[in-house]
């Protein structure tokens, strides 16, 4: 089983920088681990969808991003250390939002953006931008 952990979260001001990391563990049942998982970032606020931010592919070739994070988020993966990151640079009290990393383990050929691609997520975790 994959088992994906965030952490990075917390109270920053408008301006300010975060970083999140998502440690993964485990493997799929076809023994399949994280140098082969798409990675992606996905955000979400009560009383809205989750929402896709970004997204690295699985040999770490190619990045996505939204539109609305585009120029101040950057993602990036360490296969050594089983983990991906998200670089957050001049937040905006908009960027508020409870953050999880998810895996998609399919091998696609390009970055995936919807929720129902990713088959394993972590349990979040909670950043707020003070304005």
């Known amino acids: 089983q994959v088992q994906l952990v965030e952490s990075g979260g917390g109270l920053v001001q408008d301006g300010g920088s975060l970083r999140l990391s998502c440690a993964a563990s485990?493997?799929?049942?076809?023994?399949?681990?994280?140098?082969?998982?798409?990675m992606g970032w996905f955000r979400e606020v009560p009383g809205n969808e989750r929402e896709f931010v970004a997204g690295?592919?699985?040999?770490?070739?190619?990045?996505y991003y939204a539109d609305s994070v585009k120029g101040r988020f950057t993602i990036s993966r360490d296969n050594a250390a089983n983990t991906v990151y998200l670089q957050m640079n001049s937040l905006k009290p908009e960027d508020t939002a409870l953050y999880y990393c998810?895996?998609?383990?399919?091998?696609?050929?390009?970055?995936?953006?919807?929720?129902?691609?990713?088959?394993?997520w972590g349990q979040g975790t909670q950043v707020t931008v003070s304005s």
């Open positions: 998810a895996a998609d383990v399919a091998l696609a050929q390009e970055i995936r953006t919807t929720t129902r691609a990713y088959a394993y």
């Open positions: 485990g493997r799929t049942s076809t023994g399949r681990t994280f140098r082969y998982y798409g």
């Open positions: 690295i592919s699985w040999r770490g070739d190619s990045t």
